[in-house]
């Protein structure tokens, strides 16, 4: 068996169509047939390449197990890498679908079965990218997204044609075994999907998978207080399943965008409000900007520092799946006036001579402290 992809093989895009499969194999067939090469081993080793993955991407179903489970479903059994149990975990290699969209995991438990159990697969899981805005998550919100995944084919039921046959494959056993080096592996039946069984008669509006893909719109409910990294799960909302399993989940990861004016940790918010330096020095009052869209009456006290830091309790984000909110830290930032007329510097100077050593303690005090350190040397 090969160890190269069988899309690359064929030179075809992933998403091509049957047609377009069926034309690039002829193509290629024909470059390298053995009738045109006789004697020559690479080309009719290309050759057998070339037929083994048409033989899988002209079959609907197995070229879904193929989509689904990659290269490996294939080859587990010869080179022993993986082997069934390699089909779990994470999946990001993607399937075609658009950016937002990445294929989860395929939702897979291995598990016991014996000749013939039918075996309903669970559909895949799916990831959406949602970002909102910080207002978004203090308010809460309804959100529509538009998803494309697999659901049941109405005009089957989703049984993908008219009645079953066995699989030729496997003989209706579900399972195949094939010989690596001195050990007979058993794994499971990629065509059927190990149910034993094929379609006949097969449905032409899905070509016998029994599920089709088709664009959704789904409202999300995001609750108040949501955060980034939380992932929330719409059940059943995913892929369905193969052979009546039941659907994936559907995964929303959000983002909450970053604020202009607050910053946040937690359910508490940051901000920094400027104040002018006679509120700071005289004391008065302020607004201060709030997430519910309401400004807050800040009483500021005479002799107010920069950076001095004042808590407005409850005023910050709602706490997820409560009823209450977290606090809002204000930083006063003390303005210096700029651009003064001369009659305010000459306020200034007026005030300038009038201070005393208490009324700028902190000049001061650090005045007074290098001078020691100068005496001291
Ligand atoms: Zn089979
Ligand atoms: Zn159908």
Redesign the pocket.
């Known amino acids: 068996m090969t160890t190269q992809n069988y899309y690359d093989l064929l030179g075809v895009e992933k998403s091509a169509s049957f047609d377009e499969i069926k034309r690039a194999f002829r193509v290629k067939a024909k470059e390298c047939h053995p009738d045109y090469h006789p004697g020559d081993t690479a080309a009719e080793a290309k050759f057998k390449e070339i037929n083994e993955a048409y033989e899988v991407l002209k079959d609907d179903q197995k070229r879904a197990a193929y989509d689904r489970y990659g290269h490996q479903a294939y080859t587990s059994g010869m080179n022993g890498a993986g082997g069934a149990s390699g089909f779990g975990g994470f999946d990001f290699s993607g399937t075609g679908f658009e950016s937002i969209f990445e294929e989860m995991f395929s939702g897979f438990a291995g598990r016991a079965r014996s000749a013939g159990e039918a075996r309903a697969n669970r559909g895949a899981d799916l990831r959406y990218d949602l970002e909102i805005s910080l207002q978004e998550a203090y308010d809460g919100l309804k959100k529509s997204i538009d998803v494309e995944t697999y659901v049941s084919?109405d005009?089957?039921s989703?049984?993908?044609?008219k009645s079953l046959e066995q699989c030729d494959t496997c003989g209706g056993y579900g399972h195949i075994r094939q010989r690596q080096g001195f050990f007979v592996v058993d794994t499971e039946c990629p065509a059927c999907n190990g149910t034993g069984k094929k379609v006949k008669d097969a449905?032409s509006?899905?070509k016998g998978s029994?599920r089709?893909r088709k664009k959704r719109t789904l409202e999300v409910n995001i609750p108040k207080g949501i955060d980034s990294g939380v992932r929330m799960r719409l059940s059943g909302e995913g892929h369905v399943g193969l052979n009546g399993g039941p659907a994936g989940d559907l995964y929303v990861f959000l983002t909450v965008k970053n604020h202009e004016i607050f910053e946040r940790e937690g359910a508490n918010l940051y901000c920094e409000v400027p104040i002018p330096m006679t509120t700071a020095a005289l004391g008065g009052t302020i607004d201060v900007p709030t997430m519910s869209g309401k400004t807050e009456k800040l009483e500021i006290k005479a002799g107010t520092q920069s950076g001095h830091q004042v808590k407005l309790k409850g005023k910050g984000m709602p706490i997820l799946k409560s009823s209450s909110f977290g606090d809002l830290y204000v930083s006063l930032k003390v303005e210096t006036p700029k651009h003064l007329t001369q009659r305010q510097k000459e306020l200034l100077k007026e005030f300038a001579k009038e201070s005393k050593e208490e009324t700028q303690e902190a000049c001061t005090d650090f005045l007074s402290q290098i001078k020691k350190l100068w005496d001291n040397i």
């Open positions: 084919c005009d089957c989703g049984k993908g044609g449905c509006k899905c029994g089709v």
